[in-house]
């Protein structure tokens, strides 16, 4: 079975054209989103998925833009419709899931994504060495600086005339401007 799917970016495009191509194509169903790709809800691609779930089913998009909110996105999509033996037909750049000319075309887009990620993982360590190198760590800056610590503990070991702590974690808390956990993990550090 053929199942078309298109999608229109805002309310003032109109989804006929697509739908037409779609029927043209000989889609049997034919699911529309009007919303943003970027969205990450669509509920008529979810539609179109259920209904292409069976192997020898064909999930056809004019556009592959239309298709995928990202690279990585479509390659997922990809993997789920492959999955399931349901090919995947774009029209308009003449791609065929069910040639091997089209696999061929996802596995290069497949190993584009990869090395994509490969370069970012490489590029974020470098900038972490560098940084380490000029002596910055990851993470936040610490809420309390060494001279606030050796306060905040002054205070929570502080006594009133009757033996009683001087100073609540909350009060403490309430002093620096930041939350009892944060006075607690400094309190527990020696």
Known sequence: MRIGYGRVST?????EAQHDALRAAGCEQVFLDTASGKL??????????????RSGDQLVVT?????????????DLSKTLQ???VDLVVLDQ???????????????????????????SERTRDGLAAARARGRTGGQKPKLGP??????????????????????????????GVSRPTIYRHLAKP
């Open 94 to 120: 003449g791609i065929d899931t069910s040639s091997p000319a089209g696999r061929m075309f996802f596995q290069i887009i497949g190993s584009i994504a990869e090395f994509e990620h490969a370069l970012m």
């Open 11 to 15: 309310r003032d495009q109109h989804p």
């Open 40 to 53: 990450a809800r669509r509920p008529e691609l979810e539609k179109a998925l259920l209904s292409a779930n």
């Open 63 to 75: 556009k592959l833009d239309r298709l995928g909110r990202s690279l990585e996105n479509l390659i």
């Open 147 to 176: 001279r606030q610590v050796k306060l905040a503990r002054e205070m929570y070991e502080e006594k009133d005339a009757e033996g009683k702590r001087a100073h609540t974690v909350e009060h403490i808390a309430q002093e620096f």
């Open 83 to 85: 999955e399931r033996g």
